[in-house]
C-alpha cells in the first residue's frame, strides 16, 4: 500500500518562511519526478515545484522561482519543499505527487498516480 505524507504546513507571516516535506511508504522515490501542487479554495490545483530525487534536476513555476526550494532526499526517501519570502497568495493546501503515468508533463495533476493527504500553509 503505497502512501504520501505530508508535514510541515503551518501559519505564517508574510516575509516569512516554511519547509514542507513528503515521505513515503510502500513506494520508493526512483527516477521519476516528485512534484508539489497546490490548492487554494475556488482554484484549481497547480504545480509549484518537482524535483527528479536521483539527480536533484528540479524545475519551478514562475510564480514561486526564486523563492522555494525543493529538494529530495534518497537515503531517507522524502522530498522537502523550503518556502522563503512567503505571500498571502501562497496560501494554500499543499501536495506531494509520486509516479507519472505517462512521464510526459510536469504539472498536470492527472500525470500521478500518488498523492498524499495535503499540509495547509497559511500566510497571513
Known amino acids: 500500500h503505497v502512501q504520501l505524507v505530508e508535514s510541515g504546513g503551518g501559519s505564517v507571516q508574510a516575509g516569512g518562511s516554511l519547509t514542507l516535506s513528503c515521505s513515503a511508504s510502500?513506494?520508493?522515490?526512483?527516477?521519476?519526478?516528485v512534484a508539489w501542487f497546490r490548492q487554494s479554495p475556488g482554484k484549481e490545483r497547480e504545480g509549484v515545484a518537482a524535483v527528479y530525487p536521483q539527480t536533484g534536476t528540479a524545475y519551478y513555476d514562475d510564480a514561486v522561482k526564486g523563492r522555494f526550494i525543493i529538494h529530495g532526499d534518497n537515503a531517507k526517501n522524502t522530498v522537502s519543499l523550503t518556502m522563503n519570502s512567503l505571500t498571502p497568495e501562497d496560501t494554500a493546501r499543499y501536495f506531494c505527487?509520486?509516479?507519472?503515468?505517462?512521464?510526459?508533463?510536469?504539472?498536470?495533476?492527472?500525470?500521478?498516480?500518488?498523492w498524499g493527504q495535503g499540509t495547509q500553509v497559511t500566510v497571513s
Open positions: 505527487a509520486a509516479e507519472r503515468r505517462y512521464r510526459h508533463t510536469m504539472f498536470t495533476v492527472d500525470e500521478y498516480n500518488y
Open positions: 510502500g513506494y520508493t522515490f526512483s527516477d521519476d519526478l
